[in-house]
């Protein structure tokens, strides 16, 4: 009986060691791809952050805001920050690819499926970035325009703006992630329609003096804002 | 962007007819009917009557004007070709009207004309605003005399205003182009000038025409041009300025053709004005009296309660472009009662000088920056309505005078401002 | 002589004055044989016809225009034998011979002048215009104002006024006598009957006085002329009667009346603004008043120069344009005389050859019948110090050698010194180095003459002004029948490009008429030409 049992063992500890040497090479291949993947993502980190820093990226993510939101939260500037994105996503690839080698099934799916995801993560990135870029510029725009034509509560008009391109831009983004878009959607299009029957009945009943003084200020600029018995001023 | 995109074959053609020239009066113009013709006709006849032996020539670059303001312009033109009419005249006098490509625009037709002056040799050119409705024959005898015979490059207009007009001008851009260039032009932002074929052809190698800025604010740019480039400067006395409609009386908009294309012009002349620190006066050519003092009623009350509504809801928005002090001296002003309201030189300068710092380093987008300031002038303004409330003429431009002397004394700061910190 | 009626409308016409051209008895002043001698240089030239300027005796206070006999010749010229060797000479070369006719005053030293001044009950008394005041005709211009304070003078002798338009020594005659005007008939008849071929009738606006007028242009004066040229018509078919006249072109038109007054007559407003158009740059002032030149009947004719033996006068312009010219042309107050600039043709136009030919060019193409000045054809130059206009009327200049080649006579004893200097001496402009070469200004009116006469359109055309917007741009088309020329002249310094509205001529073949070479055809777009500094073209339009 002993025998049986060292030979058991034995023949285990063999099939084991047997496995594991089939194992090993794959293991080696897989630090192999690691490794080289984290050279070239060092190296993708190092060009992006490169360019961006020659398009004076930090600036124009200054315009959107960006720097401000990065700045509160204590994370570092946006070139910074995504040459590092950069870094990880690559690595990551890499880093996937390696244990795709490893043959362990049921891996090949989850590394195909992120690779598809990839691309559309990116696009939602630059969806998030420029719609965030526009919607603070134009709640400026729409706070200077209201403020220089005397306009009442020109923030409420600025937010109402930034809110609204917000939406907008969010419900692209989720749309391209593919995170329950067509919520989203409805969801967008309720918003607005509500937004829009609102703003009618408003302006239809309540806002009449507003919305004629806002068309008038529009259409017919000879009627200026002078009183009667007022004289005229020319900046110029 | 070479010449030949502003002229069209068509006024090619007239150019060619029109062969040489030694006075050329420029008029740009974009549905004008209601005034062009009375201001062409005025022009015609201060060039019989001052340059009767001159060739001259009458040059309208127009927008795509729908009205008949082309048939009235070229209605002024004294040729053989017409039935025999009253009018003296030794030659033929062209006067020719095309229009120039792109959307209405005034730097587009000022490019034109400029192009026009340079194909046509004309030694002595000038730029008539085509609502001149107050000109007078002799305008063109001021204006072209100085630059004909050779003496200045360039001179500017000065007007018989009131007190009150222009508020812009007196408390913004004059100050501030003086300031920065070191020249007391008085008018730098001219709807009439006149300038010499040498500084014709250096305005047309300039950088203005490829920039948006530049081409809004093409007088201003114009007029920094002719200082920058060291061109002998003079400013003569014309008569009343014309009363202007109430398109040009928007503020943003005249903030844009000025302010805007001010602050944009410090950029590449950085060397040339940080390097002094006083202005020189420039000649006065037949001086003549200024200002005027019938009274007026203004609603000064609006430009405070714009100001208040400026600093309070613009807030965000300041706060990125004003150092801190500012921000809370302005704060502080804000809370004054009306009576005791007063934007001060120092403080107003200071403002206007952390803009263009801001604007330089491009904090948000320039075109913001430059919409941002109105409501902090529109106190301005206010401050300076009740100021001058009882002055006399002599006594505003004293006023004028000592923030303009302020401006100066402040620039140092602009300088740190412009290399240093934020 | 051929007979034809209309020859004046084809003639090219020479200007001189027989003292000037050619002295065969070494007295210093030219005379009738020299003339005689010299046809056969004019004939070269190709001028068909001749206008004297008076040679009559003569005291010479005046240039000859204060005449004292009417039907013989000053002894210093010759005598009336020498005159018909050389009018007989002039017809076998086919050149026609004008002679001056002064109708309007005699020299004071008239034999008619001396009787009618000689006492109040004189037969010839009333010959002449008396009064006992110099109050009548008051407001009446005076003509030469440099000289002249009144229009009457006080004869001592006979202890009245009378009148004179010109100088105070030329009192002028009473064309309201019958008698003078059948005296004058007389005077012109002698001379037709001797062969002449027509007269330039001189200072014919003053004849008549009335009072409460200007004394110029009056019905009356016209009635005096339309007399003589009926008696013309009558007896002299084929004569021809060439009025000077400064004046309007509107007053101009009244000389031609009905075809039954004068035949020809000098448009004096168009030749200052010739020269005014050249310093402009601007064809205004040409266009201007040929287009206020009334039309005038058939058998009449316009007569052209651009220079003659009198100032250039400024009178017929307005004073910003006579400014203009004194500034541009006469720029030294010793050029300037009476309303006028006493320069010859190349001097006014700095010896510039394109300029001299540019207006050339369009002298023998304009309407009418040109009219060159002794001596301009070879670009001589003037002598503003001499006195009065005599500074054009030096001597022709043949040669380079002794005086020039005028006089074998000793130097100072010539009736005019010389011009020496070194561009328009003698040495430098003559007849005798211009014939050697064809590119000399001579040469080039030789040919310039022979191409004018080359067609009839030129002397007998309409003219139609094509108003291109280059304005430095002289272009018209001279029409007869069916015959079209183009005539396109650069005023300009610079070279120019010029496009023309041809659109009538569609399909024409254009040819250059000196050349003789084919330009493009015209076609729908407007016909482009281009043209050196003062250039000009005349095309031939031909259909084929």
Known sequence: MREMI????????????????????????????????????????????????????????????AAQLLNKAALPSSTELVSRFAFWVAWLGFVLLGTSALGILGMQEYVSRFFIFLP??????????????????????????????????????????RVLITIFTASAVFEELGLADSTMLLA?????????LGLAIAFGIGGQHLARRFLESRFAPEKKEVKEGEDELSPL | MSDESVLTDEFLRQLINVGEADILVGVPTYNNAATVGQVVQTIRAGLLKYFPRERAVIVNADGGSRDQTPDLVRGASINDAQVSTDIQALRTLHSISAEYPGEPSTGTALRTILASADLLRASACAVISPDSTTIEPDWIERLLRPVYQGTYDFVTPLYRRHKFDGLLIRNLVYPMTRAFYGKRVKEPYASEFAFSGPLGTHFLGQEIWTHEAGRTG????????????????????????????????????AMRQTVGALFWSLEPNYQLWSSHADSQVIPTLSPGQEVTLEPLRINRRRLLGMFHSGVAELEPVLKQILSPPTISELQRIATLEEDEFSYGDELWARTVYEFAASYHKSVISRDHIVQALAPLYRGRAFTFLVENRESTGEEVEQNIESFCLTCERLKPSLVELWNGRK | MPQDALWYKDAVIYQVHVRTFFDTNGDGIGDFRGLAQKLDYLQELGANAIWLMPFFPSPLRDDGYDIADYTSVHPNY?????????????????????????????????????????SRDNPRRDWYVW???????????????????????????????????????????????????EEMWKVMQFWLDLGVDGFRLDAVPYLVEREGTSCENLPETHAVLRELRAKLDEQFPGKMLLAEANQWPAHLRAYFAEGDEFHMAFHFPLMPRMFMGLKLEDRKPITEILKQTPQIPQLCQWCLFLRNHDELTLEMVTDMERDYMYD?????????????????????????????????????????????????????????????????????????????????????????????????GYQAVNVQSQKRFDHSLLSWMKRIVKVRKSTPVFGRGTIDFLYPENHRILAYMRQLEKESILVVNNLSSTAQAVELDLRRFKGNILIEMFGRNIFPRVGDLPYLLTLGPYQFYWFRLRKI
């Open chain 3, 131 to 181: 009064s006992d005041t110099d109050t009548k005709y008051q407001g009446v211009r005076i003509i030469f104002v440099d000289t002249e304070l009144s229009n009457w003078a006080w004869d001592p002798v006979s202890k009245a006024y009378y009148w004179h338009r010109f100088f105070s020594h030329q009192p002028d005659l009473n064309y309201d006598n019958p008698a003078v005007r």
């Open chain 1, 120 to 161: 559309r993560v990116i696009v939602a990135l630059f969806f998030m970035f420029f719609g965030l870029l526009a919607a603070s510029f134009f709640s400026r725009a729409a706070l200077l325009w209201a403020v220089n034509t005397n306009m009442p509560s020109p923030r409420l008009l600025s937010s109402a703006v």
């Open chain 3, 78 to 118: 010759g005598n009336l034998d020498d005159f018909k060797l050389f009018l007989n000479a002039a017809h076998e070369r086919g050149i026609r011979v004008i002679v001056e006719m002064v109708l309007n005053h005699t020299s004071d030293q008239h034999p008619w002048f001396q009787e009618s001044r000689s």
């Open chain 1, 6 to 65: 060292v030979n058991e063992l034995t023949q285990a500890t063999q099939e084991l060691i047997r496995e594991f040497a089939r194992f090993l090479p794959r293991l080696l291949v897989m630090l192999i791809v690691v490794l080289v993947g984290w050279i070239i993502a060092y190296l993708v980190k190092w060009i992006l952050r490169s360019i961006l820093r020659l398009v004076n990226f930090d600036k124009l993510s200054e315009g959107a805001g």
């Open chain 2, 218 to 253: 093409t007088e201003i740019s114009l007029t920094i041009s002719a200082i920058t480039g060291g061109y002998k400067l003079a400013q003569t006395f014309l008569g009343a300025k014309p009363h202007v409609d109430a398109r040009s009386a928007d503020l943003v908009a």
């Open chain 1, 188 to 196: 967008f299009a309720i918003v607005m329609g509500a937004v829009m």
């Open chain 3, 328 to 424: 541009q042309y006469a720029r030294d107050k010793h050029m300037r005389i009476n309303v006028g600039i006493r320069r010859r043709l190349a001097p006014l136009l700095d010896n510039d050859r394109r300029r001299i030919e540019l207006m050339n060019g369009m002298l023998m193409s304009f309407p009418g019948t040109p009219i060159i000045y002794y001596g301009d054809e070879i670009g001589m130059g003037d002598n503003i110090y001499l006195g009065d206009r005599n500074g054009v009327r030096t001597p022709m200049q043949w040669d380079g050698g002794w005086n020039g080649g005028f006089s074998a006579a000793d130097p100072e004893s010539l009736y005019s010194p010389l011009m020496l200097n070194p561009v328009y």
